[in-house]
């Protein structure tokens, strides 16, 4: 039994990594921009197939997908922003119609990847030498621990970025208060698409991650990383990026160790408990911020 | 002489309501101009058409001469208005440091000359010794004192008090309005709205008076204080 927990903290630590990579984007995103990316999983997906791409295609191993996959989304994600956001703007609401246009937008992307890669699974046949590593009395894949090292290193330059840097206390200050940060000279516009650029970077480097970690993913695949991505933004409190952070860390964990406790079909459940729960009786998140409107 | 700032017909309309009608305004350098009037009579609104928060629907707003009219708020900022809110917006999450380097961001001084700035302007408002704790660990009034260090941060030319004195303790008050005094006297255009009459007559070289979006009175402290409307704006007899 020990080991088994074992092992659903050392996976739940990994997933969990994922996870909190897969809800900083959005909550990035709904904090700076007040956009709800309902193509956020998409995205991400989008991630796992540049990788397949690029090792199936170019021989690229994932560990150079991960840079690769940073710089194209960025430039992608800063372009769509043009196309995409100043629109949405000009809306009486933008925050509802951004729901509806994202909605539009992962049919629309889930499509297209259909239509590129068919509707089998995808995997990535690579292998790390040794396969695995020991981890205390386990045996943990070595593809799976170099996913977490890189998320401890993203979550950790994200964090730095975000409270160390004059434009990461910037996108912080743009999430507490975007109009006070407007009267003081900043351009928000800017300020906005690289927020949006920076998120779909993440997605993307998520993405190539997921294709290490999962055994298979699909051009449908994206629905599932947008659920988790709103778990965790809620857990974490709506725009904050230190709380998608944690949530998603303590979210794989919870996930993980229900697959130990409870039946397979229970554990399923168990992002939407703590969904629902986080609504009823913590709407502000774990970490109590409440999002200021 | 050019004034600092200027408005002249602005006006702002949201939907069948006029909130600004056909304002003009000037100060000049070093002036302080009262801004009066009841609630709803377009304060605020005329101050958000200013920095670009709001885009009047007709009229013009110059700033030393310069067009401004419609511009984003950014660009209005950086033609040298800084402003403050009736609620304080400070970055609650963020130290009082922080939240000074916020509108300095893209000023080509280093790190250490800006953080250096910041805390001269964390003494000026006597909140150095919380310079790294959380903005919203501050009183409404220190909240206050916080938002106006961080208007003065980027220097600029013509400054927007917007309430400054509401609920603010009264000896906070007395020294908000020295710091005040000390702005104009640096040549600033200072503009200042308050319910705070005592307040405004005492620090104002000329007020304003709005009642529904218009200006009913203008001149001196003692030609607003004794004008029959706006003591009926104000009393409503």
């Given amino acids: ?293 | 002489m050019t004034a600092a700032i200027e408005t002249r017909g602005l006006t702002k309309r949201f939907g069948g309501l006029v909130a600004v009608d056909k304002v003009d305004l000037k100060a000049a350098a070093g002036e302080t101009l009262g801004i009066i009037g009841v609630n709803g009579a377009g304060k605020t609104t005329l101050m958000n058409c200013i920095c670009g928060l709001y885009r009047p629907d007709d009229g013009d707003v110059f700033v030393a001469g310069d067009r401004v009219t419609g511009q984003p708020p950014h660009v209005i900022a950086h033609h040298g208005i800084g402003r403050t809110f009736q609620v304080p917006r400070v970055f609650r999450k963020m130290s009082l440091i922080d939240n000074l380097l916020v509108p300095v961001l893209d000023r080509k001084a280093s790190d250490a000359e800006l953080i250096e700035r910041a805390e001269a302007m964390l003494e000026r408002m006597q909140l150095i010794a919380l310079r790294h704790n959380h903005a919203e660990e501050l009183s409404g009034g220190q909240q206050k004192l916080l938002e106006m260090a961080r208007m003065l941060m980027p220097d600029p030319p013509i400054v927007m008090l917007d309430e400054p004195f509401a609920g603010v303790h009264p000896v906070l008050c007395k020294f908000m309005i020295d710091r005040i005094e000390e702005t104009a006297r640096a040549g600033k255009a200072v503009l200042l709205i308050s319910h705070d009459l005592t307040s405004i007559y005492r620090l104002s070289t000329r007020v304003i008076a709005l009642n529904q979006g218009r200006i009913i009175a203008e001149g001196g402290v003692d030609d607003i204080r004794g004008n029959p409307a706006v003591i009926e704006a104000y009393l409503g007899t």
Avoid at chain 1, 69 to 82: D, E, P, T
Wanted: net charge neutral; glycine share 10%.
């Fill in chain 1, 1 to 293: 039994m020990e080991l088994l927990i074992l092992n659903g903290l050392v996976n739940g630590l990994i997933v969990g990594g994922i996870y909190a990579l897969v809800g900083v984007s959005l909550t990035l995103l709904y904090g700076v921009l007040r956009v709800v990316n309902f193509a956020h999983g998409e995205f991400v997906i989008a991630g796992s197939f540049l990788a397949f791409v690029l090792f199936s295609g170019f021989g690229v191993p994932p560990l150079l997908a991960v840079p690769i996959a940073a710089v194209a989304f960025f430039a992608a994600g800063w372009g769509l922003y043009y196309v995409l956001i100043p629109r949405l703007a000009r809306s009486d609401d933008p925050e509802l119609m951004s729901f509806l246009m994202f909605y539009g937008v992962s049919i629309a992307a889930a499509a297209l990847m259909l239509l590129l890669f068919e509707a089998d699974s995808r995997t990535i046949d690579y292998t790390f030498t040794p396969v695995s590593m020991q981890v205390g009395p386990i045996y943990v894949s070595t593809a799976r621990l170099v996913a977490l090292a890189i998320t401890v290193v993203i979550s950790i330059a994200l964090a730095l970025f975000l409270f160390k840097t004059l434009p990461g206390k910037a996108l912080r200050a743009a999430i507490m208060n975007p109009e006070a940060i407007m009267i003081m000279g900043v351009d928000i516009v800017r300020l906005s698409a690289f927020a949006f650029a920076l998120a779909s970077a993440l997605a993307g480097v998520t993405g190539v991650l997921i294709a290490l970690v999962f055994p298979a993913f699909n051009a449908f695949s994206g629905a599932e990383y947008t659920i988790i991505a709103f778990i965790v933004v809620v857990l974490g409190g709506l725009g904050n990026p230190v709380g998608a952070l944690l949530a998603g860390v303590l979210f794989g964990l919870a996930e993980q160790m229900a697959t130990v406790f409870l039946p397979q079909a229970m554990a399923q459940i168990v992002g939407f408990v703590i969904l629902v729960g986080t609504i009823f009786f913590r709407p502000s998140g774990i970490l109590g911020v409440r999002f200021k409107r």
